[in-house]
């Protein structure tokens, strides 16, 4: 048996249970992995709450880094003692150890530690498909990225900056302002304090934006279709303030010609070739210093209520990961 998270119902973070598990035996394309570190992420609270349903009772987490100690007897591309991570369902990293598919896991290069590994796939994978392929970006364009002192932000941004973007930033508190620039946000602005779409207007000179990123969901989102010119893109990935109520076509994307994406990690990692090619592209991103990685906190795996906790008070203005 091993030590893991458990929710038998969803909830608030006390709903879950650090518990003995009896793991599955392997099928012949899984991998026993003894997790190193795990990651924490926003679509684990999702997941908890309900949000984002899961069958119960079930494991929670999707990001976890590790060393393989049980291959089953399908698996060849992977031997026992290789280092790997994912990022993907099946659910079930808060744990000591896991059984995963061999199609879902990649190897870490030697210069990444396996703490970088099990925050920087989920962050950096959906980073690489916002601004190359949700919204492929250009020198010299401005973007708007909203959350820009979180755990996404912390990559996105400073990636964005290095294929040079000019970064509009936002926050929602003024003890965020430097996170958000050090970052590599141009410019930062407090939504609570002021108007973005109007701060937006005066940087960009009144030629508004080709795109806007936004995590947060209910709370920015009619704000943010402001902020777009003419045939600009609503790139909408995630809804940490609540989700979005209703986007309509006549109200919302008419009125200037406006694209309305929803994309998940899911959409653009279909393929393993995808994942495989998305996951080089952002550990070569980080060999070659186009953003850079400080892990804000870690928690023992048996505190992931407090992680939890922590994450949704907006305490955590970084990556962060369980240690089991």
Not at 150 to 177: F, H, N, R
Not at 268 to 295: D, G, H, M, Q
Request: proline share 4%; hydrophobic share 40%; charged share 25%.
């Amino acid at each position: 048996m091993v030590k893991a998270i458990r929710i038998t119902e969803t909830g608030k973070p006390n709903v879950m249970k650090f518990v003995d598990v009896d793991l599955k035996k392997l099928a012949p394309n899984e991998v026993l992995i003894k997790n190193k570190a795990v990651g924490l992420n926003y679509i684990d609270v999702y997941h908890r709450s309900g949000t984002y349903p899961l069958p119960l009772p079930n494991g929670i987490g999707l990001e976890a880094a590790g060393v393989i100690e049980e291959i089953g007897s399908d698996v060849k591309e992977f031997k026992i003692g290789d280092r790997i991570t994912h990022a993907a369902a099946p659910p079930g990293s808060y744990s000591e150890k896991q059984v995963y598919p061999q199609e879902k896991i990649v190897k870490i290069p030697d210069y990444i530690s396996d703490e970088i590994a099990s925050c920087i796939m989920l962050k950096g994978i959906t980073s690489e498909y916002l601004i190359h392929r949700a919204y492929a970006v250009k020198k010299g364009e401005f973007i708007l990225f909203h959350a820009a002192a979180g755990g996404v932000g912390q990559v996105l941004c400073q990636w964005a900056k290095s294929l040079g973007c000019k970064v509009i930033g936002t926050v929602g508190s003024d003890e965020k302002i430097a996170i958000a620039k050090e970052n590599g946000c141009d410019f930062v602005i407090n939504y609570s304090k002021e108007s973005f779409s109007q701060k937006v207007k005066e940087i960009t000179e009144g030629k508004m934006l080709k795109v806007v990123y936004d995590g947060v969901g209910a709370k920015t989102f009619e704000e943010s279709l402001d902020c777009l010119a003419i045939r600009g893109t609503m790139v909408s990935f995630g809804n940490a303030s609540g989700l979005i109520d209703k986007v309509d076509p006549k109200k919302h994307i008419a009125p200037k010609g406006l694209y309305f994406t929803r994309p998940s990690i899911a959409h653009y990692t279909v393929t393993r070739e995808e994942l495989v090619n998305s996951a080089n592209t952002v550990f070569e991103a980080i060999k070659t210093n186009k953003f850079k990685i400080k892990i804000f906190k870690k928690f023992a795996l048996k505190d992931a209520v407090t992680a939890h906790e922590e994450l949704e008070a907006r305490k955590l203005t970084g990556p962060a990961i369980l240690v089991p």
